[in-house]
Protein backbone atom coordinates (compact mmCIF):
# COMPACT_ATOMS: atom_id res chain seq x y z
CA UNK A 1 0.00 0.00 0.00
CA UNK A 2 2.56 2.28 1.17
CA UNK A 3 4.48 1.63 -2.68
CA UNK A 4 1.43 2.52 -4.52
CA UNK A 5 0.73 5.97 -2.02
CA UNK A 6 4.24 6.79 -3.30
CA UNK A 7 3.92 5.86 -6.94
CA UNK A 8 0.79 7.25 -7.80
CA UNK A 9 2.31 10.91 -5.14
CA UNK A 10 5.10 10.80 -7.85
CA UNK A 11 2.93 11.03 -10.46
CA UNK A 12 1.55 13.98 -9.82
CA UNK A 13 3.94 15.96 -7.28
CA UNK A 14 5.77 17.79 -9.99
CA UNK A 15 2.98 20.72 -11.20
CA UNK A 16 1.58 21.20 -7.61
CA UNK A 17 5.15 21.45 -6.48
CA UNK A 18 5.89 23.95 -8.92
CA UNK A 19 2.58 26.07 -8.30
CA UNK A 20 3.39 25.71 -4.13
CA UNK A 21 7.18 27.69 -5.27
CA UNK A 22 5.49 30.34 -6.87
CA UNK A 23 3.25 30.56 -3.98
CA UNK A 24 5.84 30.63 -1.09
CA UNK A 25 7.45 33.54 -3.54
CA UNK A 26 4.69 35.70 -3.25
CA UNK A 27 3.92 34.87 -0.01
CA UNK A 28 8.04 35.62 1.14
CA UNK A 29 7.44 38.97 -1.25
CA UNK A 30 4.15 39.83 1.14
CA UNK A 31 6.15 39.62 3.96
CA UNK A 32 8.33 42.03 3.51
CA UNK A 33 6.52 44.28 1.07
CA UNK A 34 3.74 46.24 1.56
CA UNK A 35 2.83 47.71 -1.94
CA UNK A 36 -1.24 47.14 -3.24
CA UNK A 37 0.10 46.11 -6.73
CA UNK A 38 1.62 43.41 -5.04
CA UNK A 39 -1.01 42.53 -2.97
CA UNK A 40 -3.81 42.58 -6.15
CA UNK A 41 -1.43 40.65 -8.06
CA UNK A 42 -1.18 37.83 -5.41
CA UNK A 43 -4.97 37.81 -4.66
CA UNK A 44 -5.43 36.98 -8.68
CA UNK A 45 -2.29 34.88 -8.54
CA UNK A 46 -4.48 32.44 -5.73
CA UNK A 47 -7.39 32.84 -6.91
CA UNK A 48 -6.27 31.56 -10.54
CA UNK A 49 -3.76 29.06 -8.71
CA UNK A 50 -6.34 27.71 -6.71
CA UNK A 51 -9.13 27.09 -9.59
CA UNK A 52 -5.97 25.61 -11.59
CA UNK A 53 -5.18 23.25 -8.80
CA UNK A 54 -8.46 21.90 -8.37
CA UNK A 55 -9.60 21.79 -12.52
CA UNK A 56 -6.12 19.49 -12.85
CA UNK A 57 -7.00 17.60 -10.28
CA UNK A 58 -10.50 16.79 -11.79
CA UNK A 59 -8.65 16.13 -14.65
CA UNK A 60 -6.01 13.87 -13.21
CA UNK A 61 -9.15 11.60 -11.56
CA UNK A 62 -11.32 11.77 -14.95
CA UNK A 63 -7.77 10.86 -16.92
CA UNK A 64 -7.09 7.90 -14.33
CA UNK A 65 -10.49 6.73 -15.23
CA UNK A 66 -11.61 7.39 -18.56
CA UNK A 67 -7.64 6.86 -20.13
CA UNK A 68 -5.15 3.89 -20.63
CA UNK A 69 -2.29 6.01 -19.59
CA UNK A 70 -2.20 4.57 -16.40
CA UNK A 71 -3.47 0.94 -17.32
CA UNK A 72 -0.63 -0.38 -15.37
CA UNK A 73 -3.08 0.55 -11.70
CA UNK A 74 -5.54 -1.71 -13.71
CA UNK A 75 -3.64 -4.92 -12.98
CA UNK A 76 -2.46 -4.64 -9.51
CA UNK A 77 -4.27 -6.46 -6.60
CA UNK A 78 -6.12 -3.30 -5.64
CA UNK A 79 -9.57 -2.72 -6.99
CA UNK A 80 -9.68 0.40 -9.06
CA UNK A 81 -12.10 1.32 -6.67
CA UNK A 82 -9.48 1.42 -4.01
CA UNK A 83 -6.98 2.97 -5.84
CA UNK A 84 -9.25 5.84 -6.84
CA UNK A 85 -9.66 6.88 -3.53
CA UNK A 86 -6.38 6.55 -2.77
CA UNK A 87 -5.64 9.22 -5.29
CA UNK A 88 -8.57 11.45 -4.39
CA UNK A 89 -6.89 11.46 -1.07
CA UNK A 90 -3.15 12.61 -2.32
CA UNK A 91 -4.62 15.27 -4.43
CA UNK A 92 -6.72 16.38 -1.30
CA UNK A 93 -3.91 16.48 0.79
CA UNK A 94 -1.74 18.40 -2.16
CA UNK A 95 -4.48 21.11 -2.53
CA UNK A 96 -4.56 21.11 1.59
CA UNK A 97 -0.45 21.75 1.40
CA UNK A 98 -1.39 24.47 -1.51
CA UNK A 99 -3.69 25.85 0.89
CA UNK A 100 -1.35 26.26 4.11
CA UNK A 101 1.18 28.17 2.01
CA UNK A 102 -0.79 30.92 0.44
CA UNK A 103 -3.16 31.80 3.44
CA UNK A 104 -3.20 32.95 7.03
CA UNK A 105 -3.28 29.66 8.85
CA UNK A 106 -6.68 29.45 11.43
CA UNK A 107 -7.55 26.09 12.22
CA UNK A 108 -11.16 26.23 11.90
CA UNK A 109 -10.63 27.23 8.60
CA UNK A 110 -8.89 24.89 7.52
CA UNK A 111 -11.04 22.14 8.79
CA UNK A 112 -13.51 23.68 6.57
CA UNK A 113 -11.58 23.70 3.61
CA UNK A 114 -10.36 19.94 4.40
CA UNK A 115 -14.41 19.09 4.51
CA UNK A 116 -15.35 20.97 1.54
CA UNK A 117 -12.58 19.30 -0.65
CA UNK A 118 -13.52 16.10 0.74
CA UNK A 119 -17.10 16.86 -0.47
CA UNK A 120 -16.38 17.76 -3.70
CA UNK A 121 -13.73 15.00 -4.55
CA UNK A 122 -16.74 12.43 -3.07
CA UNK A 123 -19.05 13.90 -5.76
CA UNK A 124 -16.61 13.69 -8.53
CA UNK A 125 -14.94 10.31 -7.67
CA UNK A 126 -18.65 9.04 -7.64
CA UNK A 127 -19.52 10.83 -10.61
CA UNK A 128 -16.52 9.14 -12.50
CA UNK A 129 -16.88 5.78 -11.07
CA UNK A 130 -20.70 5.37 -11.98
CA UNK A 131 -20.94 6.82 -15.83
CA UNK A 132 -17.75 4.67 -16.80
CA UNK A 133 -20.31 1.90 -16.71
CA UNK A 134 -21.56 3.95 -19.99
CA UNK A 135 -20.27 2.72 -23.56
CA UNK A 136 -19.51 6.05 -25.06
CA UNK A 137 -16.95 7.92 -23.39
CA UNK A 138 -17.53 10.83 -25.26
CA UNK A 139 -21.32 10.60 -23.51
CA UNK A 140 -20.29 9.77 -20.32
CA UNK A 141 -17.87 12.65 -20.05
CA UNK A 142 -20.62 15.04 -21.06
CA UNK A 143 -22.64 13.49 -18.44
CA UNK A 144 -20.26 14.30 -15.80
CA UNK A 145 -19.41 17.72 -16.40
CA UNK A 146 -22.79 18.54 -17.01
CA UNK A 147 -23.81 16.91 -13.46
CA UNK A 148 -20.66 18.26 -11.53
CA UNK A 149 -21.54 21.71 -12.74
CA UNK A 150 -25.09 21.60 -11.91
CA UNK A 151 -24.12 20.11 -8.03
CA UNK A 152 -21.51 22.64 -7.78
CA UNK A 153 -23.56 25.70 -8.44
CA UNK A 154 -26.72 24.75 -6.94
CA UNK A 155 -25.43 23.91 -3.30
CA UNK A 156 -24.19 28.01 -2.96
CA UNK A 157 -27.54 29.13 -4.88
CA UNK A 158 -29.93 27.24 -2.75
CA UNK A 159 -27.59 28.25 -0.09
CA UNK A 160 -27.65 32.25 -0.68
CA UNK A 161 -31.27 32.09 -1.55
CA UNK A 162 -32.17 30.30 1.81
CA UNK A 163 -30.37 33.30 4.32
CA UNK A 164 -30.19 36.17 1.56
CA UNK A 165 -31.74 38.28 4.05
CA UNK A 166 -29.32 37.30 7.09
CA UNK A 167 -26.26 36.63 4.93
CA UNK A 168 -26.50 40.36 3.13
CA UNK A 169 -24.19 40.97 -0.12
CA UNK A 170 -22.43 37.55 -0.74
CA UNK A 171 -19.28 37.15 -3.94
CA UNK A 172 -18.11 33.81 -5.07
CA UNK A 173 -14.45 33.76 -4.18
CA UNK A 174 -11.96 34.40 -1.13
CA UNK A 175 -11.04 37.62 0.07
CA UNK A 176 -8.47 37.95 3.10
CA UNK A 177 -9.17 41.30 3.96
CA UNK A 178 -9.58 42.03 7.90
CA UNK A 179 -13.17 41.56 9.04
CA UNK A 180 -14.13 39.60 6.10
CA UNK A 181 -15.07 35.98 6.46
CA UNK A 182 -15.08 33.05 4.36
CA UNK A 183 -17.67 29.72 3.77
CA UNK A 184 -17.08 26.76 1.50
CA UNK A 185 -19.82 25.36 -0.01
CA UNK A 186 -18.16 22.33 -1.28
CA UNK A 187 -15.27 23.71 -3.56
CA UNK A 188 -16.70 27.22 -4.08
CA UNK A 189 -15.94 29.67 -1.36
CA UNK A 190 -18.53 32.67 -0.42
CA UNK A 191 -17.08 35.66 0.50
CA UNK A 192 -19.42 37.02 3.56
CA UNK A 193 -19.04 41.10 3.77
CA UNK A 194 -21.76 41.45 6.27
CA UNK A 195 -19.61 42.42 9.59
CA UNK A 196 -22.62 42.01 12.05
CA UNK A 197 -24.06 38.53 11.06
CA UNK A 198 -23.22 35.10 12.91
CA UNK A 199 -20.28 33.86 11.07
CA UNK A 200 -19.81 30.60 13.40
CA UNK A 201 -23.18 29.70 12.70
CA UNK A 202 -23.08 29.58 8.87
CA UNK A 203 -20.04 28.21 8.80
CA UNK A 204 -21.58 25.46 10.97
CA UNK A 205 -24.19 25.08 8.44
CA UNK A 206 -22.03 24.93 5.26
CA UNK A 207 -19.29 22.18 7.65
CA UNK A 208 -22.70 19.82 8.31
CA UNK A 209 -23.80 20.16 4.86
CA UNK A 210 -20.36 19.20 3.58
CA UNK A 211 -20.34 16.48 5.97
CA UNK A 212 -23.61 14.75 4.99
CA UNK A 213 -22.52 15.48 1.17
CA UNK A 214 -19.33 13.29 2.14
CA UNK A 215 -21.11 10.22 3.95
CA UNK A 216 -24.09 10.31 1.77
CA UNK A 217 -21.70 9.75 -1.68
CA UNK A 218 -19.50 7.21 0.55
CA UNK A 219 -22.43 5.34 1.17
CA UNK A 220 -23.58 5.43 -3.09
CA UNK A 221 -19.49 4.98 -3.92
CA UNK A 222 -19.52 1.85 -1.65
CA UNK A 223 -23.00 0.80 -3.24
CA UNK A 224 -21.74 1.38 -7.04
CA UNK A 225 -18.42 -0.68 -6.80
CA UNK A 226 -20.24 -3.64 -7.90
CA UNK A 227 -21.55 -2.21 -11.34
CA UNK A 228 -19.70 -4.26 -14.18
CA UNK A 229 -17.26 -1.82 -15.91
CA UNK A 230 -15.42 -3.01 -19.20
CA UNK A 231 -12.00 -0.96 -18.46
CA UNK A 232 -10.79 -1.10 -21.87
Not at 11 to 31: C, E, G
Not at 42 to 62: C, D, E, P
Not at 118 to 123: E, P, Q
Not at 136 to 159: E, G, M, Q, R
Request: net charge positive; charged share 15%; glycine share 2%.
Amino acid sequence: MLTLIKRLSLNYIKIFAYMSIIALFFRLLMKYIDNPILTMINAIWILTSTTIMIALSTYFLYEFIYTKRYYFYHTLKYSIHEVLVILSAILIVFNLIYYIIYSNFNLYDFIQKTISLISYFSILILLLYFFRSINSKKFATNLILFSLLVLIAIYPVIFNLVFKDELGFVMIGVNSNEGIRNIYTTILPLTLFEKEIDYSLFSKYTLVINSIITLICGFLFTMIRKIKINWR
